[in-house]
Structures are given as structure tokens and as C-alpha cells.
Nanobody
Framework: QVQLVESGGGLVQPGGSLRLSCTAS????????IGWFRQAPGKEREGISY????????YYADSVKGRFTISRDKAKNTVYLQMNSLKPEDTAVYYC?????????????????WGQGTQVTVSS
């Protein structure tokens, strides 16, 4: 069955970096769009980036553009989110999610399969 497992979260100081991983099983990345989302306490889930399988095109929300980079390793069936210049407002649970490669959206309702999430805390 389709499964997504996130890892790489943790506690980091402002200005620091983390790399999140989303390891997929039960499907191949070539025919999927993988999105990264985050949800802070008391806030709605926010889509922050996606990467499309067929052409590796990417998209970033304004809140992370220039600081975060999404990439994938087909051999490992894994998508990464490199997060640099982290700010306290980046603190949230980060989720990866999967949908068809035809989807070009960060609307969470367009994604069918979700990982369990990984906590990222940015604090001094």
C-alpha cells in the first residue's frame, strides 16, 4: 500500500538548517506530485512546496521561497526539503503528501496520501 514516512525534524536555532526526508513506498515518484505542508498550533495547514514527478518542476509558497529547496532521489524513492535560514515562525509539524503528477496545486484537499508528520522547532 501507499506509505509516506517523514524524518529529519528536530530543534534548531534561528538561522539554522534542517533537511527533511519523505520516503515513499507502494508507488513511484515519476507518476506523483509530492507536496510538503506544515501546521503550526492553532493555525491551518499550509502548503509550502511541491515537486512533480514527470518533469521535476517545483513550486514554493512565498513564505519559504529562497530559503527552502525541494528535491528528489528517484533511486531512493525519497523527496527532500532542505530548509535554510530558519525562523521561529517556521515552527510546525511538517507533512509530506502524495497525489497524481497531473496535480499542480498546494491545496491539501488535492492530496490523497499523507505521512505522519515530523516536528520542527526553531528556537534559541
Amino acid at each position: 500500500q501507499v506509505q509516506l514516512v517523514e524524518s529529519g525534524g528536530g530543534l534548531v536555532q534561528p538561522g539554522g538548517s534542517l533537511r527533511l526526508s519523505c520516503t515513499a513506498s507502494g508507488f513511484t515518484l515519476d507518476y506523483s506530485t509530492i507536496g510538503w505542508f506544515r501546521q503550526a498550533p492553532g493555525k491551518e495547514r499550509e502548503g509550502i512546496s511541491y515537486i512533480r514527478g514527470r518533469d521535476s518542476s517545483t513550486y514554493y509558497a512565498d513564505s519559504v521561497k529562497g530559503r527552502f529547496t525541494i528535491s528528489r532521489d528517484k533511486a531512493k524513492n525519497t523527496v527532500y526539503l532542505q530548509m535554510n535560514s530558519l525562523k521561529p515562525e517556521d515552527t510546525a509539524v511538517y507533512y509530506c503528501a502524495q497525489t497524481s503528477w497531473l496535480v499542480v496545486s498546494l491545496s491539501s484537499v488535492r492530496y490523497q496520501n499523507w505521512g505522519q508528520g515530523t516536528q520542527v522547532t526553531v528556537s534559541s
